[in-house]
Each structure stands twice: as structure tokens, then as C-alpha cells.
């Protein structure tokens, strides 16, 4: 597993992402937008770059699967059932990861809330930095690495949540890391 130093072109990468997906899922998607640590400046990252797409169902961008794996996107299960995940690939390794969610979950997702906290609260964002870099150097296996984060990554979405009025919900959905 690899934490990088921030890369200025990532908010590129993701606009050129949302530039290929928008006419692949034109009429199924109202919202996409860069999340995840690649999104918050100055942030130490796995250098994958993560989306987050809202949809009025999911069945219409099943249907469009063809045309996602078209552009290097495959369904990925994980056993989260609140969402669809779509990662692209590139040499074996991910690159980007498509989360797919309602409407009506856009509003309170954490991994939105938690990218605006950071970007507002440097010192925090430092914070998490710090720790991605220290279990990147103590060799977490990949599997381990989101578990280490929980307690840190808890605390400060439960912060920003409360920022916004929102009550306190667990950061990992059901079945899902």
C-alpha cells in the first residue's frame, strides 16, 4: 500500500474522469464530484482517485455497465449494499473508484462531509496525514489500513457532521471498509 505526497494534477484527473463518465451516464446521474483525500489540497493519499455520483436508482446505471467497462470502470463488490462501486484499473493497479449513491443520501454522505471538513480544517487534515504516512511506513497490509484509520477518521467526521447540525453515524457502512 502506498501514501503519496499530495499531486497538484489530481483535481485534473478527476475532472477528466467526469468528462468521460458524464455522457456514459447522462439521464441516470444529477450529481458527481471528486471525494476522498486526493480531493482535500495538500493531502497525503493513496493515489486513487475517488468519485461519488447520485442517482435517482441504481438499475439504470446497471444497465450502463457495458459502457462503464468501456472506459476501464468494473463493478466491484465489497458488501456494501448502500451503494454501487465501480473501480478502474491500470496496469493492475486502481486508479479510480466510482461510488454510486441515492439522491437522497447525497446530502448527509460522509466521504462529502468529511472532504469539506478538511479542506477547511488544514490542521486536522495534517493530522490524518500523518497517520495514513505512519501505517503506509509500518508496512499495514491494505486490508488493515482503512480499520487503522476508523478511530481517527470516526472522530473527525463525527466533527464535521456536527459542523452542519447532523447527527453522529458510523463512517463504514454495513459490510463495507
Known amino acids: 500500500m502506498e501514501v503519496v505526497a499530495y499531486d497538484p494534477s489530481w483535481p485534473d484527473l478527476a475532472a477528466a474522469a467526469i468528462a468521460e463518465l458524464t455522457p456514459v451516464l447522462r439521464g441516470t446521474v444529477t450529481e458527481i464530484e ?9 493531502l497525503a493519499a493513496k493515489p486513487t482517485i475517488d468519485l461519488m455520483a447520485a442517482v435517482t436508482g441504481f438499475a439504470a446505471v446497471e444497465a450502463r455497465e457495458d459502457a462503464l467497462a468501456g472506459l476501464g470502470y468494473q463493478r466491484h463488490t465489497n458488501g456494501m449494499t448502500d451503494r454501487l462501486l465501480y473501480a478502474r484499473l491500470h496496469r493492475g493497479r486502481r486508479t479510480h473508484l466510482l461510488h454510486v449513491v ?20 488544514p490542521d486536522e487534515a495534517e493530522r490524518y496525514a500523518t497517520l495514513k504516512r505512519g501505517l503506509a511506513a509500518a508496512g ?3 486490508g488493515d489500513y482503512a480499520r487503522a484509520k476508523t478511530a481517527l477518521v470516526q472522530e473527525l467526521t463525527d466533527r ?10 458510523p463512517v463504514w457502512e454495513k459490510g463495507g471498509r
Open 34 to 42: 471528486h471525494i476522498g483525500s486526493t480531493a482535500v489540497p495538500g
Open 140 to 142: 499495514t497490509h491494505p
Open 102 to 121: 441515492t439522491v437522497e443520501t447525497w446530502p448527509t454522505r460522509n466521504q462529502r462531509i468529511l472532504r469539506d471538513y478538511l479542506r477547511a480544517h
Open 160 to 169: 464535521a457532521r456536527a459542523e452542519r447540525g447532523l447527527p453522529p453515524v
